[in-house]
């Protein structure tokens, strides 16, 4: 049987999601038990382990197709994580899956140059004016890290200041949180975190000024970094001037401006969050939709800085995959896809679920979040501008409504602190499929 006959006999066999009456998951029950005698917490990425939203296990895939994933035990369900965020085209979208099987075909990996690296290079220098020049690597963790490197080097000063609440991977200096207030110094967020690594980091609360002017003045910055939309505390946007005043203290202040667009990235607009703001960081941070779904992240900038990284400078940097073939094809395919009419859907379709849910929602404490292609809603009675306003949710009501949506055959993200990601295999059957599963999931969270 051929792939596609197969992938649609699989289909008819598969069970759809029932009514209201809890999920039987046996079949991903069965694989947890065995996952968490071999990987930590029986996965490879902790907020996988739908922990945070109360429960025991999480749900095992066996594949997806455009808008849903279909689980072990034969389940649909509406994906609004979309592997949280790479995919804004859907599962398995076929310009994808072809670009990436004849790469395959040509060898998977080379540990030497191709032409497609330097054409996906071209494309994201087209998008993104202020990336004259960039280096692929293989995750935003290891992005981020090197962008770090590179304005510590740039600068000849230390440290960093990033904002409570915004995520740029598990690099140990950027693995801290201080909470709000003034600025404070860093505090390592984790054991294994050295109070030496994060001794440099300067954590203060987004979308505030004073605190942002007063850290510039007492201490030798060598970057700011920052989320230009913060979207790993749920969709906070920055505050009418915030992103301006950023771009000219830091400038000011001799300090480079890093802008984290893992997430906004080719995703809020084609140019992200910076050509949305019209604010140009001095570096960039690129990763998930630019890999298409495979791992390619990248870090650019004006060429002055980038040409300090080896080999045509001195700051060292390196990675046996980077560019990968594979990756870069994805990535490549992707980018194709994502034109003017496109951005336009991904807004009215965005538009359309903020709205629906907001409806679902009613007169609760509920409010929705949203910007082109992601979406939070927070169990808040007020709106969220910061990581102190977003740790206020109702995290167990959060809960209790994903738990609840689930058993209605709707995958949302397993915690209140990350967004609801849009794609274009989305549609308008998918986001009523989704507002009616809401109006009984708030009901059931609300009546606890
Ligand atoms: N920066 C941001 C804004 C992110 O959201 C993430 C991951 N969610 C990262 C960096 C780290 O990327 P990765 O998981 O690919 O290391």
Known sequence: MGGQARRRAERSEALTTGPASGLDTRGSESIHSRAVGLMPGGVNSPVRAMGAIGREHPIYIERGEG?????????????????????????????????VSDAAERGTSYGAPTEAEVELAADVCRRIPSVEMLRLVNSGTEATMSAVRLARAATGRDVIVKFAGGY??????????????????????????????AKDTIVLPWNRPEPLAAALESY????????????????????????????????????????????????????????????????????KVLGGGLPLAAYGGRRRLMERVAPAGDVYQAGTLSGNPLAVAAGTATLAELDADAYERLR?????????????????????????????????????HDFAGASDCDLDRYGAFCRALLDRGIYPPASQFEAWF???????????????????AFEVAFAA
């Open 348 to 384: 009215k379709l965005t538009t359309l679920l903020a709205s629906s849910l907001r409806d679902a929602a009613g007169s609760r404490p509920v409010h929705v979040a949203s910007v082109p292609g992601l979406v939070t809603p927070f169990f808040s009675g007020a709106p969220v």
């Open 168 to 197: 740029h991977g598990h690099v140990d200096g950027l693995l801290v949180d201080a909470g709000s207030g003034l600025a404070t110094q860093g505090l390592p967020g984790s054991p294994g975190v050295t109070t030496a690594a």
């Open 67 to 99: 808008f849903e994933l279909i689980d072990v035990d034969g389940h649909r369900y509406v994906d609004w994580v979309c592997s949280w965020g790479p995919l804004i085209l859907g599962h398995a979208h076929p310009r994808v899956v072809d670009a």
């Open 422 to 440: 849009v794609s274009l295999a989305h549609d308008e059957a998918a986001i009523e499929r989704t507002a009616s599963a809401a109006a009984e």
């Open 220 to 287: 030798e910055v060598a970057a700011v970094i920052c989320e230009p939309i913060a979207a790993n505390m749920g969709v906070v946007e920055p505050e009418e001037g915030f992103l301006d005043r950023l771009r000219e203290w830091t400038r000011a202040a001799g300090a480079l401006l890093i802008f984290d667009e893992v997430i906004t990235g080719f995703r809020v607009s084609r140019g992200g969050a910076q050509a949305a703001y019209a604010v140009e960081p001095d570096l960039t941070i690129m990763g």
